[in-house]
């Protein structure tokens, strides 16, 4: 059974406190995503890899980096943590290319509340 | 400004009848679509797609029809079911064959009543 897995599930910070997100894919897929997921705006993509050690930003990259060193962990990073960033976070991956690029596999996510 | 619009945040149906979900979207290079599945606690599962090249997808009860000059999808569900009670995400992509950015709708919040 392929698999996307995010290593918290849930997590409580205080804010200015620095917050590590940590997913791992078993399908060797190239793509790999995070997304946060808030009521009314749906998913909103934060940061995207394609490449280990590559990265480009989505819509809404600021306050957080990612850091891809090898092809199956991406981890998104919360440098100082705010109470704005009280949110479900979301990876996902993806083929490369071919018919299956843009059907994302999503983890069970992380629920972080930041204090 | 979203480019892709669910305005319905939830819809309640009889189990048997049709659940008809709808999604709008803005960007007309949008070429290829898909409904995801969410459950609580559990993340997005992809359910059906559609390339802009065809205005119907069917997946046994699931089927997918897309309406290109009016920017309009929408996902019929035949018959409901409880099990469907779930938040229906649409989305949207300018590529069925090599990566091209997803944008998610709001998403649709079913449930299906016993």
């Known amino acids: 059974d392929v698999k996307v897995t995010q290593s918290s599930r849930y997590l409580v910070k205080r804010t200015g406190e620095k917050v590590f997100l940590e997913c791992v894919q078993d399908?060797?897929?190239?793509?790999m995503f995070w997304y946060r997921q808030d009521p009314g705006l749906g998913l909103r993509l934060i940061y995207f890899?394609?490449?280990?050690?590559?990265?480009e930003k989505g819509d809404i990259p600021e306050g957080y980096s990612v850091s891809r060193e090898k092809k199956e962990r991406f981890s998104l990073i919360l440098e100082s943590a705010s109470t704005n960033q009280t949110s479900m976070y979301l990876c996902?991956?993806?083929?490369?290319?071919?018919?299956?690029?843009?059907?994302?596999?999503f983890g069970a996510g992380s629920r972080l509340t930041v204090l | 400004d979203q480019q892709v619009k669910q305005n319905s945040p939830s819809l309640s149906v009889q189990e048997g009848r049709i659940s008809i979900l709808n999604c709008d979207y803005t960007?007309?290079?949008?070429?290829?679509f898909l409904w995801y599945k969410k459950y609580p606690a559990e993340g997005p599962t992809f359910l059906i797609s559609?390339?802009?090249?065809?205005d119907k997808n069917e997946d046994g009860r699931f089927t997918v029809f897309l309406n290109k000059s009016a920017k309009h999808l929408s996902l019929h569900i035949v018959p409901s079911q409880p099990g469907d009670s779930a938040v229906y995400f649409c989305?949207?992509?300018?590529?069925?064959?090599?990566?091209?950015?997803?944008?998610f709708g709001p998403g649709t919040s079913l449930s299906v009543i016993p």
């Open positions: 996902a991956s993806s083929l490369l290319g071919g018919p299956g690029a843009n059907v994302l596999t």
């Open positions: 399908m060797d897929h190239e793509n």
């Open positions: 890899s394609y490449d280990v050690k590559m990265k």
């Open positions: 960007n007309s290079m949008f070429d290829y």
């Open positions: 559609i390339s802009s090249i065809k």
């Open positions: 989305a949207a992509s300018g590529s069925k064959t090599s990566y091209d950015k997803v944008i």
